[in-house]
């Protein structure tokens, strides 16, 4: 009689390896997943490494977009451009993190301004350290800012045809030096009490348009209640909101200019 072989049954393991497999497999050909990763994904059934490939991956990425498909050698080099762009960046990401934190105990009212910082340094745990965090990080966004457009300046990035890329970094450094001078009031002390009058009172000697802007931002003829509203919604949502904009089409135009690439 003929030897008769027995099919081994699989096991638990191989049957949910199995299992899972064709879920994979039929989550790829969902049209939810097709829908979400577009034609030449890595994540699509199919992708071959290729250069073509490589590029149509970058192009259909909306985080692989904000970087050129190919840069110049020397582009990429610490020594070139002392990252300070993405320097910036992360003290933004930084400071919109702390800032976040510190508004769970910040009150913007002149009664309780003052009374909410004391409290992060004893109360608040954690308070005192986020605050600094939050504080340093305002400054070296201004110190790194001001030197990553002294260092394109010198390596001649602004000029043609990146010269709307730079007008974009003048706004974007006129916007920071504006959100640390609005955080400036917020601890509603007498340091800043005094600073900030002597900056609005400065805005007031402008041509034209001084004293309206200065009634504008302090919501009326002197420091009050009204004006440390009016720069903590400046502080945590207008300037920041607009700033982030900006910053979207400073990296678009990066991407489309070759900005890191120094002149052409």
């Known amino acids: 009689m003929a030897n008769t072989i027995q099919k081994r049954k699989p096991t638990i393991t191989e049957k949910i390896g199995e299992s899972t497999g064709s879920m994979v497999q039929k989550t790829q050909e969902s049209q939810i997943w097709n829908s979400i990763f577009r034609p030449g994904s890595i994540f699509r059934k199919g992708y071959t490494d290729s250069p073509r490939n490589r590029s149509y991956v970058i192009m259909n990425s909306v985080l ?6 190919k840069v110049k050698r020397h582009a990429v080099k610490v020594s070139y451009t002392l990252c300070l762009g993405g320097l910036s960046f992360f003290l ?4 919109t993190v702390t800032g976040i934190f510190l508004m ?5 009212t002149a009664a309780a301004a003052w009374s909410d910082i004391a409290a992060l340094k004893t109360s608040v745990t954690f308070g005192l350290l986020v605050r600094n965090m939050h504080r340093w990080a305002a400054h070296l966004m201004v110190l790194s800012v001001f030197l990553h457009m002294a260092r394109v300046f010198y390596h001649g990035a602004y000029k043609a045809p990146r010269e709307f890329n730079w007008i974009i970094g003048i706004v974007l ?9 609005t955080g400036y009031l917020l601890p509603w002390d007498q340091l800043s009490y005094w600073a900030v009058t002597v900056g609005t009172n400065m805005m007031g000697f402008s041509p034209v348009f001084g004293d309206s802007v200065r009634f504008v931002l302090l919501g009326g003829k002197q420091i009050g209640a009204e004006t440390l509203l009016r720069w903590y919604v400046l502080h945590v949502l207008m300037l920041p909101f607009v700033i982030v904009i900006f910053m979207a089409i400073h990296f678009w135009r990066v991407r489309k200019d070759g900005g890191i690439s120094g002149p052409l």
């Open 104 to 108: 769970f105990f910040y009150r913007p």
């Open 92 to 95: 933004f990401i930084l400071l």
């Open 64 to 69: 692989y977009h904000l970087h050129p498909v």
């Open 173 to 181: 450094l006129t916007l920071t030096l504006l959100l640390s001078f």
